[in-house]
């Protein structure tokens, strides 16, 4: 704990050169505002792949080379090796494409895709995509591509041609050979064309670092608007898609955040009843967000709009801060008349639960950064430090702005005269309200919209008339609920809480649950795309597992083949799994049309020379590198891609765990099949990398937040004391993030945790409180009364601001922002209560001894002490 001298020498110190302080504070404010132009708000894919293995598999490898326990955690943790999914999708990605496939896909709506109309539209939108930037250009595929060949037989010779490429069918004679080429080559029907045959796709890679989302976005559009017509459909998706669509939102956001500023005014206007109580905490809230993105923008971070939500709400942040010292303040001021006296002691006393809340805030956001996933190390990095940078904002800056502003007039309740009737003219509004919401939800407004344009208004002027005595009542009810017996309730409540709670959290599973919609709605069009491509053909996710016969030309070996294909028929039968596709369906093709067409003929030939003759013949009448998506140029390594019709983890991990279960049981053969590449590599390691950062980030977070608060208190029994709501919170959020459907990815890994490591700030400012209210009291449940009249009013307060903060996302159309809007609000709002309403509870009962063996400056409460008593008195 640091010494109360040194505290008040630094405030004096504060007071004393208040100029001087100013001016170096406005200084670094104006280098990271410059800074700030700089940033760019920008989605980049690599942030997204995990940069190094887990602990966990680094030290599982470690044992399996035959070293002990001890020698294996120090190297686990400093050299972990790079993930091994994402090194395979490094090594070959040059080879075999990209794993950021976008899909365009054209639909008829009467007849199916083989007349010249459909298939010029298809032309049309294969040569567009070809001409976008960042395109991979030998993983453009589809019937109107010439990467897309039929092989056929004709007059004793081997004919490997395009399916209609360049000629574009213009009668229906020609649309009818195209049909025909369709169906009578393997592995076009189902992927390339859909099973029923109303639809086609064009799929496409794209380099991550290459990919321009606006000219995406534009060049797409402008292809629908182009395309769509009575009987003709475009639809769109693909990751590349996805993240497309997802900065659209952009300039929705900036309306967020204009509402929940205006909001936030509103409630500090309500709450101090003066412009200085709006302008003081807004200004706060403001320079930590200069300073913290600020120093994201030094470090050359870009803003990814999916972390949009954790700018804001640590804003509000600071907010609460703010409003903790400001409302301290006004009451030592009220208390002492002396405006430096009041600073003094107030901040004095709030210095060491600001600080504690600081650090413990910003160790938990930093800690974060353990995850080996780019995009959280950005964020936990500029988090934390937009934490600390509240030390600046409100603990230094604060009693300077404080010293030049008139203290406002003190204010009292309002009385009861006529609110009886105010009350009940407000409930009928509200209901009035309610009967217009239903209406205009009839009309189409989707209901979070309707509660925002109807119900917001009257419940603004509600609370502008009846919004102290709101304060003065939920404060009451909170001291009533741990009064006399109910403090039992109270901790049995937690305690069953404690026990039942983890029987839905613990069922959380990281990834995402359903294609897309983790951060779309189902109703959005990437979604619908998503669907009809896994609707209209064999499945649109791919498993890529990289076959490596260890020596060039390895692959043209008749054993080889004979393996790689025993591999990709085995894989069939994967969990999701619908087809596989390999080198192997050419090689029996070619076998078959060298032997006339006939079917028992369709297999790997046992004579090398038959086989080379095979590759020799594709080879010379096929154009450069159409062999590229299923072997590489040396002949050393082949592909083998399983079709899913979705991306669930589940899908992901057992098809992973199926394919490796195939080399376990068949080992010492000439091929070693690596583990995993394409779509499915990518998520699996992110999902990986996002499970296992998920536990250890709370377990770290707990450990440091809990040390923090054992160093701040000193005992044992105060850190466990606030450590039982946060854990209760986290478990509720967990819970409810099963209920709500709510994945965990690498998206919502950052939001979570954040909200695990700050909701400790309310119990610490409430603990403070009472141990100061004790020293001056002398009675505990007087002292933990009295500071719940008092502080916990402010955290009552800062709590709707943190609710306001984030719950306006919930208006957003970006569901993962809606939803993550939403977990905040309910993490907040448990930390809340929990620290209202638990942790007193909690001290009544166990009564500390820490607590009870402090030497005390009064043997009775002075005047201001007895509005814990008027509180619980009152109605």
């Known amino acids: 704990m640091i010494p109360q001298r040194w505290i008040e020498a630094y405030l004096r110190f504060l007071l004393r050169y208040r100029g001087s302080v100013t001016i170096a504070v406005v200084l670094l404010t104006a280098v990271f505002g410059f800074a700030l132009t700089k940033m760019r708000l920008h989605t980049d894919f690599f942030d997204f792949y995990p940069k190094f293995r887990t602990f966990t598999d680094a030290y599982s490898d470690c044992r399996q080379q035959g070293k002990g326990t001890v020698g294996c955690i120090l190297p686990s943790i400093v050299r972990p090796g790079p993930d091994p999914y994402i090194q395979i999708y490094t090594d070959f990605r040059r080879m075999f494409g990209s794993a950021n496939i976008l899909s365009v896909i054209l639909e008829v709506k009467n007849g199916d895709i083989y ?40 007059e004793g010779s081997l004919q490997i041609r395009e399916i209609f490429y360049p000629t574009v069918p213009k009668t229906q004679e020609e649309a009818d050979q195209v049909k025909f080429t369709v169906y009578s080559t393997k592995g076009v029907r189902g992927i390339f064309t859909a099973v029923d045959d109303t639809a086609a796709v064009v799929h496409a890679g794209f380099w991550e670092e290459a990919l321009d989302f606006r000219d995406l976005y534009k060049s ?120 430096h006296q009041a600073i003094i002691v107030s901040y004095s006393h709030l210095f060491q639960p600001a600080m504690s809340g600081i650090v413990t805030d910003g160790i938990g956001l930093l800690i974060v950064a ?45 009385s009861d005269s006529g609110i009886g009737v105010n009350i009940w003219v407000g409930r009928a509004v509200l209901w009035a309200a309610v009967a217009i919401a239903v209406v205009l939800y009839k009309t189409g407004l989707t209901t979070s919209w309707v509660a925002f344009l109807v119900i917001t208004p009257v419940l603004a002027w509600y609370w502008l008339n009846f919004g102290e005595r709101a304060y003065t009542s939920w404060t009451r009810w909170t001291i009533i609920a741990t009064q006399g017996n109910r403090r039992w309730a109270v901790v049995a409540i937690t305690a069953a809480l404690f026990l039942l709670l983890p029987m839905w959290g613990w069922t959380l599973k990281v990834g995402d649950m359903s294609p897309g919609s983790a951060l779309l709605f189902a109703n ?81 030939p046992d004579n090398p020379k038959e086989i080379g003759q095979l590759f020799y013949v594709f080879t010379s009448s096929a154009s450069a590198g159409d062999l590229d998506r299923f072997m590489d140029p040396s002949g050393r390594y082949g592909t083998v891609l399983t079709m899913f019709r979705g991306y669930s983890h589940d899908i992901i991990q057992q098809s992973i765990d199926y394919g490796k279960h195939f080399s376990e049981t068949h080992p010492g053969g000439q091929v070693e099949f690596k583990f995993a590449g394409g779509l499915f590599g990518i998520l ?102 009295y500071a719940t009249a008092t502080t916990g009013k402010a955290i009552i307060f800062t709590g709707t601001t943190m609710i306001a903060g984030t719950g306006f996302f919930y208006l957003s159309d970006l569901k993962f922002l809606a939803e993550m809007g939403l977990l905040l609000t309910l993490l907040m709002t448990f930390n809340k209560f929990g620290a209202l309403i638990v942790v007193p509870a909690l001290v009544k009962v166990i009564r500390p001894a820490f607590m009870l063996s402090r030497v005390t400056r009064a043997t009775h409460p002075p005047e201001a002490e007895l509005a814990a008593a008027k509180l619980t008195q009152h109605g």
């Open 684 to 785: 699996a390691a992110v999902n990986e990398a996002v499970e296992h950062s998920y536990w250890t980030n709370l377990g770290l977070i707990f450990f440091m937040v809990a040390l923090c608060l054992y160093l701040t208190y000193g005992s044992l029994v105060a850190a466990l004391l606030l450590m039982i709501p946060v854990v209760l919170s986290q478990l509720a959020a967990e819970a409810m993030m099963v209920w709500l459907h709510i994945d965990m990815n690498v998206n919502s890994l950052p939001v979570a945790a954040a909200g695990a490591g700050v909701g400790v700030d309310y119990g610490i400012y409430h603990f403070s409180r009472m141990i100061d209210c004790y020293d001056e009291v002398g009675n505990l449940d007087e002292a933990v009364d």
């Open 115 to 154: 007349n010249p109309e459909t298939l010029q539209k298809l032309d049309r939108i294969t040569k567009r995509i070809v001409g976008l930037k960042g395109v991979v250009p030998y993983q453009i595929l589809s019937i109107a591509h010439p990467k897309v060949k039929s092989i056929t037989a004709r």
């Open 524 to 604: 959005h069009p990437y979604n619908v795309a998503w669907r009809k491509l896994n609707e209209k053909f064999l499945g649109a996710s791919q498993l890529i597992v990289i076959a490596d016969t260890k020596q060039p030309d390895g692959i043209k070996n008749a054993s080889t083949l004979a393996e790689i294909e025993e591999f990709s028929d085995y894989m069939q039968g994967a969990p999701g799994a619908s087809t596989s596709v390999t080198i192997i369906d050419i090689v029996k093709r070619l076998a078959q049309l060298y032997h006339d067409g006939d079917p028992k003929w369709g297999l790997i």
């Open 220 to 339: 797409l559009t402008d292809l629908k608007a182009e395309e769509d017509d009575a009987n003709h459909t475009v639809y769109i998706t693909g990751f590349p898609w996805l993240y497309t669509s997802v900065l659209q939102y952009s300039q929705q956001l900036l309306y967020v955040f204009a509402l929940t500023v205006l909001t936030l005014g509103f409630l500090l206007y309500t709450y101090f009843r003066t412009w200085t109580g709006i302008w003081v905490p807004i200004f706060s809230g403001v320079l930590s967000s200069v300073w913290g993105l600020g120093i994201a923008a030094v470090l050359g971070f870009n803003l990814d709009p999916l972390v949009l939500v954790i700018p804001i709400f640590l804003t509000a942040r600071a907010l609460s801060h703010s409003v903790q010292s400001m409302d301290r303040y006004h009451e030592e001021f009220y208390r002492l008349k002396d405006k």
């Open 370 to 414: 353990v995850a080996p996933i780019p995009l959280i190390q950005k964020v936990s990095i500029f988090a934390s430090f937009w934490i600390v940078s509240i030390f600046i904002s409100v603990v230094t800056l604060h009693p300077i702005l404080l010293s030049y502003i008139d203290p406002p007039p003190q204010h009292t309740a309002p």
